[in-house]
């Protein structure tokens, strides 16, 4: 049978009660990364709790949630969520909460494109310092504000897809696509290759 049991888990890997990796039942890192105010907070309370608080406190340092979601080929992915504070203050602190992560989100706001020059300084940072097969998506949120847009559509496609991520609008205040966002990411996450006899 071989000794896949002894060979240490991969990052994203879960082990079950006999110590032996679990390829149904995946557990990632994820990290949320955006200027402040743009609704990263919003994003998760709306996926955890399925909830929307106009009047959400700013993130201090760090908060952590988690949420499991069973995707379409019946395995199921529990999200380890981080969610950073967006102060430039904070800034220093993010490589202690994406060190290690499996999958970054990083948000803007479409109605400011200071906040997309902020994300992309993001990405530039995932990418010389975050894991080397970190699954990073590019979110526009408050989308319900599309009357107010200052981000184009295309703009960000085009920049997500020359950096190598995924790139999806939402609204934590609608609900829009925030499910899809991280079902998105569960299907991109490695997996870890089965041995075969």
Not at 72 to 84: A, G, L, P, R, Y
Not at 115 to 144: C, H, P
Request: net charge positive.
């Amino acid at each position: 049978m071989g000794c896949s049991a002894s060979s240490p888990a991969n990052k994203g890997d879960s082990l079950d009660d006999r110590g032996a990796i679990d390829y149904k039942n995946i557990r990632t890192k994820l990290v949320l990364l955006g200027d402040s105010g743009v609704g990263k907070s919003c994003i998760v309370l709306r996926f955890v709790r399925g909830q929307f608080d106009p009047a959400s406190k700013v993130t201090v340092g760090a908060s952590f949630l988690s949420q499991t979601i069973a995707l379409q080929d019946s395995s199921t992915v529990k999200f380890e969520i981080w969610d950073t504070a967006g102060q430039e203050r904070y800034a220093s602190l993010a490589p202690l909460y994406y060190r290690g992560a499996g999958a970054a989100v990083i948000v803007y706001d479409i109605t400011s494109p200071e906040t997309f020059e902020k994300a992309q300084y993001w990405v530039r940072e995932l990418q010389k310092f975050g894991s080397a097969n970190i699954v990073m998506a590019l979110v526009g949120n408050k989308s319900d504000l599309h009357a107010s847009r200052k981000v184009s559509t295309q703009i960000a496609q085009e920049y997500a897809d020359s950096n190598g991520m995924f790139f999806i609008e939402t609204s934590a205040k609608t609900a829009e696509n925030i499910n899809q966002l991280f079902e998105e990411i569960g299907k991109r996450l490695p997996r870890p290759s089965t041995l075969k006899n």
